[in-house]
């Protein structure tokens, strides 16, 4: 039996872009193999994987699923374990984020924050859960420090991220002591590529930020490796990457 086949696998939603595809690049190099996800994203998620396995071959995989169809999650998973033979961790990257204007919330805005940002984790972590309990593996949700801070004009996104923020708690109580489970709460990290948040905004954030800048998706990936490589003793817990942000709100 070769060393790669020995790596752990984890599965990382949303792996195509941004944050997504740094927690992939930081944990393929800290050893492991990434199963990455995508929804739509088919090219940059073929040249991540291209990129990773001229890296180290057979270390990265593909695969695309719709999150919100909850009945295909089980499927997602068994498709990475017959890929991979095991799987070892699940990072709940995975959002939808738009502003919501109270008066105007309607099914649609509800299905796709509640769904990405709520459901789909949940649903993967059950489907997950038996695989994950044969290693004592791990499950890591991004949060937001909006769960318990509420950012004016997204109130359905930050009411699905303090779901998932109790969700986290939840299945840690629910799956110890063989599956650790912990949240990373992003603060400022990466604008919006669609232009939300104008350049006045844009400002207030970094004045409100102890650091005086925002953060990379270095930060959180840095930080969802050492909570699935190196934090054997750490289970339920929320970890704040904001600069300092959440600090002085």
Same mark, same amino acid.
């Given at each position: +039996?070769?060393?790669?086949?020995? &790596? !752990?696998?984890? #599965?990382?939603?949303? *792996? %195509?872009?941004?944050?997504?595809?740094?927690?992939?690049?930081?944990?393929?190099?800290?050893?492991?193999?990434?199963?990455?996800?995508?929804?739509?994203?088919?090219?940059?998620?073929?040249?991540?994987?291209?990129?990773?396995?001229?890296?180290?071959?057979?270390?990265?995989?593909?695969?695309?699923?719709?999150?919100?169809?909850?009945?295909?999650?089980?499927?997602?998973?068994?498709?990475?374990?017959?890929?991979?033979?095991?799987?070892?961790?699940?990072?709940?990257?995975?959002?939808?984020?738009?502003?919501?204007?109270?008066?105007?919330?309607?099914?649609?805005?509800?299905?796709?924050? +509640?769904?990405?940002?709520?459901? &789909? !984790?949940?649903? #993967?972590?059950?489907? *997950? %859960?038996?695989?994950?309990?044969?290693?004592?593996?791990?499950?890591?949700?991004?949060?937001?420090?909006?769960?318990?801070?509420?950012?004016?004009?997204?109130?359905?996104?930050?009411?699905?991220?303090?779901?998932?923020?109790?969700?986290?708690?939840?299945?840690?109580?629910?799956?110890?002591?063989?599956?650790?489970?912990?949240?990373?709460?992003?603060?400022?990290?990466?604008?919006?590529?669609?232009?939300?948040?104008?350049?006045?905004?844009?400002?207030?954030?970094?004045?409100?930020?102890?650091?005086?800048?925002?953060?990379?998706?270095?930060?959180?990936?840095?930080?969802?490796?050492?909570?699935?490589?190196?934090?054997?003793?750490?289970?339920?817990?929320?970890?704040?990457?904001?600069?300092?942000?959440?600090?002085?709100?």
């Amino acid at each position: +039996m070769n060393q790669e086949s020995m &790596a !752990p696998v984890v #599965l990382v939603t949303g *792996a %195509a872009r941004r944050v997504g595809a740094e927690i992939a690049r930081q944990l393929q190099a800290a050893g492991a193999r990434v199963a990455l996800h995508f929804r739509s994203s088919r090219s940059d998620a073929e040249a991540l994987a291209a990129d990773l396995n001229g890296m180290r071959p057979g270390s990265a995989a593909i695969f695309q699923a719709d999150l919100l169809d909850s009945a295909s999650l089980p499927g997602l998973v068994s498709a990475v374990v017959e890929r991979f033979g095991r799987l070892d961790g699940l990072v709940n990257n995975a959002s939808s984020f738009f502003p919501t204007a109270l008066g105007q919330i309607d099914d649609a805005a509800w299905l796709d924050l +509640m769904g990405s940002n709520l459901k &789909a !984790p949940l649903f #993967l972590s059950q489907a *997950a %859960a038996p695989h994950l309990k044969l290693g004592g593996g791990a499950i890591i949700n991004i949060v937001d420090i909006h769960a318990e801070r509420p950012l004016k004009g997204y109130p359905l996104y930050c009411a699905a991220k303090a779901g998932l923020l109790g969700l986290t708690r939840a299945l840690a109580l629910e799956l110890a002591p063989e599956v650790r489970v912990n949240g990373v709460a992003p603060g400022a990290i990466e604008w919006p590529d669609d232009g939300q948040f104008p350049a006045a905004e844009r400002q207030a954030i970094v004045a409100h930020t102890l650091l005086g800048r925002i953060g990379a998706p270095s930060d959180i990936a840095r930080t969802v490796r050492f909570l699935l490589f190196d934090a054997p003793y750490i289970t339920g817990q929320i970890i704040p990457v904001d600069g300092g942000r959440s600090a002085h709100l």
